[in-house]
């Protein structure tokens, strides 16, 4: 049972795979035991929005409130939440950190058992929902996120309170994108429709001399982590791969490749950082300008408009475009 009053709330709710979302009102439950309701301050968006806004197989679900990448501030929390209180700044991260289970008290996994990271599309603890549409249907939640929306719930695990100081427009960048990616770097870039009868990794294998000391795969599908790992070099060529496949998606590797190459392949969820220890250091760097967060910033608009954010990604034209509530 939820205590305490729901509040009226703004959303930007995704009806059907790749419409438009509607901008309507919504109400958000209470926070319940372990969890927290948060006003967002601003929210940015990140290409996965996108993927599960066109998808049309599962895990895609419908109606849902996308938006995973947000900074906001504690309205109010649940039973047993001391770590945060109501005024707070957070960001929330789509990986759990409970800080207690054998993961997260290790430094070598950011993989957090007590609640482990899932494409579910529900509250983390119990598969419920905190958003309800005016008509009394509830609607998904996104990644434990769901920042499409003025105010949202998310388990404390999923948040971690941060310097109220630093410039929301950029701090809500550590929440997903610049904590999963690199700094700027790209000297060279291969159009794999420009490649004629070679692969991808032919060309990069040309170029290299043999093979890139490390290659990151972005998107997750098979087919190109198959070309990233035929992209690194013999002997400690490495491919790691930040973005996720479909469920059930396989990877077809011969076993001489695998074992008698010396190459290696990982994959790293939100680049490996641990939510809560991390995001401090990221934003400590930013205040002493060693990590360049303006620059990913190309774009900025009102929540009214966040139709135009999602035009402006999908047409390439932004890296990460700022949605102020
Ligand atoms: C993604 C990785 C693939 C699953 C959804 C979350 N990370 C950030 O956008
Ligand atoms: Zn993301």
């Given at each position: 049972?939820?205590?305490g009053p729901?509040?009226?709330?703004?959303?930007?709710?995704?009806?059907?795979?790749?419409?438009p979302?509607?901008?309507?009102?919504?109400?958000?439950?209470?926070?319940?035991a372990?969890?927290?309701?948060?006003?967002i301050?601003?929210?940015s968006l990140?290409?996965?929005?996108?993927?599960?806004?066109?998808l049309?197989?599962?895990?895609?679900?419908f109606?849902?409130?996308?938006?995973?990448e947000?900074?906001?501030?504690?309205e109010?929390?649940?039973?047993?939440?001391?770590?945060?209180?109501?005024g707070?700044?957070v960001?929330?991260?789509?990986?759990?950190?409970?800080?207690?289970?054998?993961?997260c008290r290790?430094?070598?996994?950011?993989?957090?058992s007590?609640?482990p990271?899932?494409?579910?599309?529900?509250?983390?603890?119990?598969?419920?929902?905190?958003?309800?549409?005016?008509?009394?249907?509830?609607?998904?939640?996104?990644?434990?996120?769901?920042?499409?929306?003025?105010?949202?719930?998310?388990?404390?695990a999923?948040?971690?309170?941060i310097?109220p100081?630093i410039?929301?427009?950029?701090?809500c960048l550590?929440?997903?994108?610049?904590?999963t990616?690199?700094?700027?770097?790209?000297?060279?870039?291969?159009?794999?429709?420009s490649?004629?009868?070679?692969?991808?990794?032919?060309?990069i294998?040309?170029?290299?001399?043999?093979?890139?000391?490390?290659c990151?795969?972005?998107?997750?599908l098979?087919?190109?982590?198959?070309?990233?790992?035929?992209?690194?070099?013999?002997?400690?060529?490495?491919t790691i791969?930040?973005?996720?496949?479909?469920p059930g998606?396989?990877?077809?590797?011969?076993?001489f490749?695998?074992?008698?190459?010396?190459?290696?392949i990982?994959g790293?969820?939100?680049g490996?950082?641990?939510?809560?220890?991390?995001i401090p250091?990221?934003?400590?760097r930013?205040v002493?300008?060693?990590?360049?967060?303006?620059?990913?910033v190309?774009?900025?608009?009102?929540?009214e408009?966040?139709?135009?954010?999602?035009?402006?990604?999908?047409e390439?034209?932004?890296i990460?475009c700022?949605?102020?509530?």
């Amino acid at each position: 049972l939820l205590k305490g009053p729901k509040v009226e709330d703004v959303a930007a709710v995704s009806r059907q795979p790749g419409e438009p979302l509607v901008i309507e009102e919504i109400t958000v439950a209470p926070p319940g035991a372990y969890e927290v309701r948060i006003r967002i301050i601003c929210t940015s968006l990140c290409y996965s929005d996108i993927t599960f806004w066109k998808l049309k197989v599962p895990p895609a679900c419908f109606p849902r409130i996308l938006g995973h990448e947000a900074i906001g501030v504690v309205e109010s929390v649940g039973e047993n939440v001391e770590e945060v209180k109501e005024g707070d700044t957070v960001i929330p991260t789509f990986m759990a950190d409970c800080g207690d289970c054998v993961d997260c008290r290790s430094k070598k996994s950011n993989l957090c058992s007590k609640l482990p990271f899932a494409l579910k599309p529900w509250m983390p603890r119990n598969d419920t929902t905190r958003f309800t549409d005016l008509n009394g249907e509830p609607l998904y939640h996104f990644l434990f996120v769901s920042s499409f929306s003025e105010y949202t719930v998310l388990d404390v695990a999923h948040v971690v309170k941060i310097d109220p100081a630093i410039p929301p427009n950029r701090a809500c960048l550590l929440s997903c994108g610049v904590s999963t990616g690199q700094r700027f770097g790209v000297t060279e870039f291969v159009d794999s429709s420009s490649c004629g009868d070679k692969s991808v990794s032919q060309v990069i294998n040309e170029m290299t001399g043999g093979g890139a000391d490390y290659c990151f795969e972005c998107v997750g599908l098979s087919s190109l982590v198959e070309e990233a790992y035929a992209s690194c070099r013999k002997g400690w060529g490495k491919t790691i791969v930040l973005g996720v496949d479909r469920p059930g998606a396989q990877l077809n590797f011969s076993s001489f490749e695998v074992l008698h190459t010396g190459k290696t392949i990982t994959g790293s969820l939100f680049g490996g950082i641990k939510a809560k220890s991390d995001i401090p250091i990221l934003l400590k760097r930013y205040v002493d300008k060693e990590l360049h967060l303006d620059e990913f910033v190309t774009h900025e608009v009102k929540f009214e408009d966040i139709n135009k954010a999602f035009n402006l990604l999908i047409e390439g034209k932004c890296i990460r475009c700022v949605i102020w509530m």
